[in-house]
């Protein structure tokens, strides 16, 4: 019985260990890394399915849950006040409809000037700086952070301290360590959302906290859920985005050459890279039958995503990365009522990132060898931490 996850050896292929979940049946009983057994689910019809079915649940209080996550994000996620994208319906739904205009497709067209502004300035400053630099800590990072800190109001000479808190509670191991920030993030955010600066969480405090539609405690976590889901994934998506194109020079070259295909490149990227992977988690809570199967109510399920977004019954010749394909049906934004909320933002600042990037700095490339670049645990957002690069 393999375990899952697996950590990548390579920051855009699937773990080698994955081959037996490949090639066998679509959803199967296997143990977990934290010992439980749970079933992992890799084909991508059966994972969509089960997704938008009710009788799974996200709450990860309910009995089997399959907690293969960082200590931290587990304590944020199992409180009496965890966030609402860990809660099942009515009540996330109702906190849900109240965020939902600010990340739709129009908003996102209102923001792109002042993404936009932002990519080009952080470009400035790199090239200011010249080369070498570590394009996480100069771009990846500092784009989507400038961009939700505006969007929520957080005051930017604090990105440091939330980076940080973040990085620790994603990724961090140390139980210890780890409880201390999440102290010191609840803390920070508690202050803030007493009396916020202009953004999202101001507009909530008055339009929700006030009205008692949403509690101080319901605000506070639901800004922390913003705030770290709002830049670590995009803030990895892009710099394993550039690793990917730069190794598929062809593909980087269709990418350069011709700003039509940028969307469905970056649909590409979603699909092959699934970054977000360990962390789609649920647990059933009534039987279900599917694919010859009973998945028994308090039975962990755990979404392979690297492996149904390359499962060849969904995807032409699915190992193949081609910026040409049209790949919207990927589940790396998860699937159903709990699909990311902040899709919209997200593809928005991969797109306006990745093409002023190799717009601006065409000789950009990898300063180390990809097999020499440090990449993150199996329970983490799958990505690298450093990224050396020069032009």
């Known amino acids: ?17 994955y081959d037996e979940l490949r090639e066998g049946p679509p959803l199967r ?14 084909g991508h019809r059966e994972a969509r399915a ?23 994000l587990a304590a944020v996620q199992t409180s009496p006040n965890r966030p609402f994208i860990v809660r099942d319906d009515p009540d996330h739904n109702r906190i849900r409809r109240m965020l939902i205009p600010q990340f739709t497709a129009r908003r996102l067209r209102e923001l792109q000037p002042e993404i936009e502004q932002i990519v080009h300035a952080t470009i400035d400053d790199m090239l200011a700086a010249g080369p070498p630099a570590d394009l996480v800590s100069a771009f990846s990072l500092p784009i989507p952070s400038l961009v939700i800190s505006r969007l929520l109001g957080v005051p930017w000479e604090d990105h440091e301290f939330f980076q940080r808190a973040t990085k620790a509670i994603v990724q961090a191991l140390d139980t210890t360590v780890t409880g201390e920030v999440l102290a010191s993030l609840i803390s920070y955010l508690s202050t803030l959302a007493q009396d916020p600066p202009p953004g999202l969480i101001a507009q909530l405090k008055e339009e929700q906290v006030a009205t008692g539609a949403m509690s101080q405690d319901d605000l ?47 649909e590409e990227l979603l699909r092959y890279l699934t970054i977000v992977e360990a962390p789609l988690l649920r647990v059933a809570v009534a039987d279900i039958e599917i694919a010859g199967e009973v998945i028994k109510a308090g039975e962990g399920i755990v979404f392979a995503g690297s492996i149904a977004n390359r499962d060849p019954d969904a995807f032409e010749d699915p190992e193949r990365f081609d910026i040409s394909r049209t790949a919207t049906h990927h589940i790396s934004f998860g699937y159903g009522v709990h699909q990311c909320l902040g899709q919209n933002l997200a593809r928005t600042e991969l797109r306006l990132a990745l093409s002023a990037l190799f717009e601006r700095v065409p000789t950009l ?25 020069t032009w």
């Open 220 to 266: 506070v976590f639901t800004s922390m859920l913003l705030l770290g889901a709002g830049h670590e994934t995009t803030s990895s998506m892009i710099s394993v985005g550039v690793i990917t194109l730069i190794d598929h020079p062809d593909q980087l070259a269709a990418f350069r050459s011709d700003p039509d295909t940028v969307p469905d490149a970056i």
């Open 365 to 389: 490339r990898l300063a180390v060898p990809v097999e020499e670049l440090g990449l993150r645990p199996a329970v983490s957002i799958q990505g690298v931490d450093a990224l050396p690069v």
């Open 1 to 17: 019985m393999i375990t899952y996850p697996q950590a990548r050896t390579c920051p855009y292929q699937p773990a080698p260990g």
């Open 29 to 42: 009983r296997t143990r977990l890394i934290n010992g439980q057994e749970g079933w992992v689910v890799s």
């Open 50 to 72: 089960l997704l938008a079915d009710s009788r799974v649940s996200s709450d990860r209080t309910n009995t089997g849950f399959p907690m293969i996550m960082p200590p931290a």
